[in-house]
């Protein structure tokens, strides 16, 4: 038996009761359940207007409803995402009573404060049935100003490759986030906060959550994973001995080539100790199984898909500017794109469509679009929202240095890959860059699950009294 969900709430506060009762699992197959990241404006508010008009849009789903559980960093943000949310409800859908099938929930979490993340993993599993996939979007760039010099003449004397992959942002070294922790403050390991606010934080969240998405099933596949990276994420600034970024000057740009390393290895032989344990439920500090859920089955059969995605270039609030520049950079993002910039998508309506789509596809067409990749030893794809030059958008695979299009070793294969413009100096991988990011992979998977562990049980002593218990980390 699953359960059936109903939703009450307070005028005053947009809080929402969630009670369960008994029902089939045909009707929870019915609910589809999805949670997205930093949704106060920008992609993250965009994800969510678009997975309602595209659930609603789709022949397929009209048996079906959604609820968007979305995350903002405080409830005063949540409850003017969630007016906004129902005003775009309001005024896009030309389905008939739509928000009998469309319900949005509004969280709060500090993906800085693993406290918070961990307080947020306890709410979901104990209210929810499961989840059918998460957005990893939230994020911070951790930029205090730019190189202005720089910028202009880089704008005008290479504007296309200048505002795809730019050279003049700058970031402070070795910033940290605050103590995480009360009674353990000044044991504890210091966090960098672009790594933990971009990976860490989703990390965590992630794994806390595995209960519910291991209960996904159908309508769409397994549950998924979704990291939302960005189309500038190179491993060449990352180092691995440096997993945090601590001690380099581009924190954003290695905390996004970490994602689409994590991402995109998931699925190897190499990694799979790592992330099997990074799948379980058995030691999960934050999971309840709730009267009347359905059992966890904790193995393969059940285990998530993780999928990588970015939104392409678009005009969001991640660099803060004065608003003559901020619309001087959209007339010019628009400029771009009508000198033939696949990734220029402007919009970030237009810059959702590939998480969206890795959302709601159904698994047979994920399965397809990468089936083209695996058949010539290749793996995961990181999949990007892209625009033509008229506005009309698409998603499309992605190349990543030291891995491709796809994980293919050589020369695009596909059509569509070999004719999109690459970024200057992009060479074809070899055998052994294959390899390479394979065993980068490995390690930071092993990295990561360490780090894991170990805050979760600093997370966990500092729960309970300190004094009785060694602590020995």
């Not at 045909?26 to 309602?52: A, E, F, P």
């Not at 896009?92 to 500090?110: C, G």
């Not at 698994?363 to 990749?373: K, N, R």
Request: charged residues 20%; negative net charge; aromatic residues 10%.
């Amino acid at each position: 038996m699953a359960s059936s969900i109903f939703f009450s709430t307070d005028a005053k506060t947009h809080s929402w009761l969630i009670m369960f009762s008994s029902s089939t699992d045909q009707d929870l197959q019915d609910k589809v359940y999805i949670l997205v990241t930093g949704t106060n404006s920008g992609i993250g508010l965009s994800i969510c207007c678009r997975l309602v008009d595209e659930f609603l849009g789709s022949p397929q789903r009209t048996n079906q409803s959604l609820t968007v559980i979305f995350t903002t960093r405080s409830s005063k943000k949540g409850n003017d995402t969630l007016l906004r949310l129902q005003d775009h409800l309001r005024k896009s859908s030309a389905t008939p009573a739509p928000s009998r099938r469309v319900t949005f929930v509004p969280e709060s979490v500090d993906l800085n404060n693993l406290v918070s993340v961990r307080a947020l993993s306890r709410r979901l599993n104990d209210e929810y049935p499961k989840l059918d996939a998460i957005v990893l979007n939230a994020g911070i760039g951790g930029w205090t100003d730019l190189n202005w010099p720089r910028a202009v003449w880089g704008i005008l004397t290479d504007v296309v490759h200048e505002t795809t992959w730019p050279s003049y942002k700058i970031a402070p070294v070795g910033v940290v986030t605050e103590y995480q922790t009360t009674t353990l403050a000044t044991q504890e390991p210091r966090l960098g906060s672009v790594f933990c606010a971009n990976v860490f934080g989703h990390y965590m969240l992630a794994h806390n959550v595995m209960p519910l998405l291991r209960r996904s099933g159908q309508p769409n596949g397994p549950g998924r994973v979704i990291w939302v990276s960005s189309v500038e994420a190179t491993v060449k600034v990352f180092d691995i001995d440096d997993i945090q970024g601590l001690r380099t000057a581009t924190p954003y740009e290695s905390s996004k080539a970490l994602t689409d390393v994590l991402a995109l290895t998931a699925d190897l032989p190499s990694t799979k100790p790592f992330v099997k344990s990074f799948y379980s439920v058995d030691d999960n500090r934050t999971y309840n199984s709730g009267f009347g859920k359905p059992r966890i089955a904790n193995d393969d059969s059940s285990a998530p898909n993780m999928y990588l995605s970015h939104p392409g270039i678009c005009g969001t609030s991640i660099i803060p500017l004065w608003w003559p520049l901020f619309y001087s950079m959209i007339a010019v993002t628009y400029f771009v794109r009508l000198l033939g910039s696949p990734w220029h998508t402007v919009s970030t309506y237009l810059g959702a469509s590939a998480p969206v789509w890795l959302a709601l596809s159904t698994q047979s067409v994920l399965d397809m679009a990468e089936s083209i990749y695996r058949q010539n030893g290749g793996g995961r794809a990181k999949w990007g929202s892209s625009s033509n030059w008229a506005g009309k958008d698409s998603v499309a695979s992605t190349e990543v240095d030291g891995w491709g299009y796809g994980g293919v070793v050589g020369p695009a294969i596909v059509d569509e890959d070999r004719l999109r413009r690459r970024k200057r100096g992009a060479v074809d991988p070899t055998a052994e860059d294959r390899e390479e990011f394979e065993e980068l992979g490995r390690k930071c998977w092993q990295k990561m699950e360490e780090l894991r562990i170990e805050w979760d049980k600093i997370l966990d002593l500092d729960e309970v009294s300190p004094d009785d218990f060694g602590l020995g980390f």
